[in-house]
C-alpha cells in the first residue's frame, strides 16, 4: 500500500509524537529522488522515503539529533559523490522542519492534487488476473478502477482500487476520461470484443490491453475490421498483454508484466499531445 504521510501525520500528533519531515526541496544532476519527496521521522521509526541509501540513513539521523535537541528547522545542501559517497553524482537541497498540523494540512492538499493528476487505467474483470492486477496496481501511481458484471465482483479487491459494478461493464469505456488505459480480462471472449471494440474506436486510449493468444487476437481483427474498424485503430491494441517473452502464465505473473507495460506506456503519455499507440501488433 501506498503511504499516505498526511495521515501518518494526523496519527503522530494525536498520539503527541514529535516527528520530523524531511523534504527534498532541490535536485540537481542524478538523485535518487526528486524535488518535493519527503518522509517523516521519530525518534524511533520513519515513513515515505527521499530515495534511500547515504542520502536517507543522514536525513534520519540528523532529524533525530533535532528531536533530541529540541530544533524545529535546519537544511541541508549535499554534493551527493564528495560528501557521501553515493555514486549517483548530483546534488540535493533537503528542508528538515518538525512537523505540526500546518503540515499535516498542506501534505494532504499535495497528496490530493498528486492523485488527481494520476493516469487513470480500468481494468475490466474481477477474475483472478484482473485481481492480481488490481492488487499490483494498488502502490503505483495510477488511479484504477476495477469494473465487472457480477455481483460479487470485487469482493477481494484491493484497498486504493475503485470497484464499479455494471450489468454491460462495456459501458465504462463511454464515460472514461482521455488517456486513459484499459485492460480488458473478463470471463467473456464477447464482452472482451465489445469493451476492446468500445476502447479503440475512441481514438484517444493511452493503451488498450486485452488478455488472450495469437488466435484470440486474429479472430478480434476480423471482428474489428467487419465492424468498420480502422487498420491504424486496430494496430494500437496490445494482445496478448504483458508481451511474449515470459511463457509464465500464472496470474501473478501476467499482473507484474502488465503494470510495468502501464508504467511504460504512460509515462510516454505527456499532458496536450496525443496518446501514442500502447504497441504494435504483436499476434
Not at 15 to 41: F, K, N, Q
Request: proline share 6%.
Amino acid at each position: 500500500m501506498r503511504v499516505a504521510l498526511s495521515a501518518v501525520l494526523a496519527r503522530l500528533l494525536a498520539e503527541d509524537e514529535p516527528a520530523i519531515l524531511v523534504t527534498v526541496s532541490g535536485a540537481w544532476g542524478s538523485t535518487p529522488r526528486e524535488a518535493g519527496a519527503a518522509m517523516l521521522v521519530t525518534l524511533g521509526t520513519s515513513h515515505g522515503t527521499i530515495g534511500g541509501g547515504q542520502l536517507e540513513y543522514h536525513a534520519v539521523d540528523t532529524a533525530r539529533v533535532m528531536l533530541a535537541r529540541g530544533e524545529n528547522r535546519r537544511a541541508l545542501d549535499m554534493p551527493l559523490g564528495p560528501l557521501l559517497g553515493q555514486c549517483c553524482g548530483g546534488r540535493v537541497r533537503l528542508a528538515l522542519e518538525r512537523a505540526g498540523r500546518p503540515h499535516a494540512g498542506a501534505l494532504a492538499r499535495q497528496e490530493r492534487a498528486a492523485r488527481a493528476a494520476e493516469p487513470p487505467v480500468r481494468v475490466f474483470g474481477c477474475g483472478h488476473t484482473g485481481l492480481a492486477l488490481a492488487r499490483a496496481l494498488a502502490p503505483l501511481p495510477f488511479r484504477t478502477l476495477l469494473v465487472d458484471d457480477r455481483l460479487d465482483a470485487g469482493e477481494h479487491s484491493p484497498d486504493g482500487v475503485a470497484l464499479l459494478r455494471l450489468d454491460d461493464p462495456a459501458a465504462a469505456v463511454v464515460d472514461a476520461e482521455p488517456r486513459t488505459a484499459y485492460v480488458i480480462l473478463t470471463h467473456s471472449h464477447a464482452l472482451d470484443y465489445r469493451i476492446a471494440d468500445a476502447a479503440l474506436r475512441r481514438g484517444d486510449a493511452a493503451y488498450v490491453g486485452m488478455i488472450g493468444s495469437a488466435t484470440k487476437r486474429a479472430r478480434f481483427d476480423g471482428f474489428f475490421r467487419q465492424g468498420g474498424g480502422e487498420a491504424a485503430a486496430l494496430a494500437a491494441l496490445v494482445c496478448p498483454i504483458g508481451g511474449e517473452a515470459v511463457p509464465d502464465k500464472r496470474p501473478e505473473v501476467i499482473a507484474a508484466l502488465v503494470a510495468a507495460e502501464l508504467i511504460g506506456t504512460m509515462a510516454r503519455c505527456s499532458p496536450g499531445e496525443p496518446a501514442p499507440n500502447a504497441a504494435v501488433e504483436r499476434a
